[in-house]
């Protein structure tokens, strides 16, 4: 199985962008293994339905984002099927979430669309043009980056930690990159 993990997000934006970072995060921070399975990380920034033919390459698909939630608080974690999303979540934050979301209804329309997890967390700042993410945030990414790990070895990869790096580390190069 072919498995994308797709990180969504304005970095310029605080905590918008959480999902880009952590996605860079678990690249960097672990080896993956697995004789049946092989493992990608995309930083989807806020492309939504230009990802698609990328999206269509794979099997399985993880995005990690922000959500809103009438149940949450800021920092809560959030990780459900896209089949099935929680009633009290809605994806009517920032305009890359809610495109996001028409792009995987429109890959469903057709058909593409692999099956599909979401692991995201509610934002405090997503207006401030920062690389810094809020303490909230920054504690949520953690249980994001357990949640993908442990689900992730449930799938069948073996996760080995191979750096000891940390998202704001990540957040602050960015936009220092060449990518």
């Known amino acids: 199985m072919k498995v994308l993990i797709l990180g969504i997000g304005n970095v310029m934006f605080s905590d918008e962008g959480v999902g880009v970072h952590l996605c860079r995060l678990v690249e960097q921070k672990y080896a993956f293994s697995s004789s049946e399975h092989s493992i990608t990380f995309v930083d989807g920034g806020t492309l939504a339905e230009r990802l698609i033919p990328i999206i269509v390459e794979y099997d399985y698909l993880i995005v990690l984002d922000c959500v809103d939630a009438s149940d949450g608080q800021i920092g809560d974690v959030y990780f459900f099927d896209f089949e099935n999303v929680p009633n009290s979540i809605s994806f009517q934050g920032s305009a890359h979430e809610v495109e996001m979301l028409q792009t995987l209804t429109m890959m469903d ?59 704001q580390s990540v957040a602050d190069q960015s936009c220092v990159e060449e990518r």
Do not use: Y
């Open 109 to 167: 329309m057709v058909g593409d669309r692999p099956p599909t997890k979401i692991i995201g967390v509610i934002p405090e700042v997503v207006a401030d043009t920062t690389l810094k993410m809020t303490p909230a945030v920054l504690k949520g990414s953690l249980v994001m980056e357990k949640t993908l790990i442990k689900h992730l070895s449930e799938l069948g990869f073996t996760c080995n930690q191979i750096s000891d790096i940390d998202i």
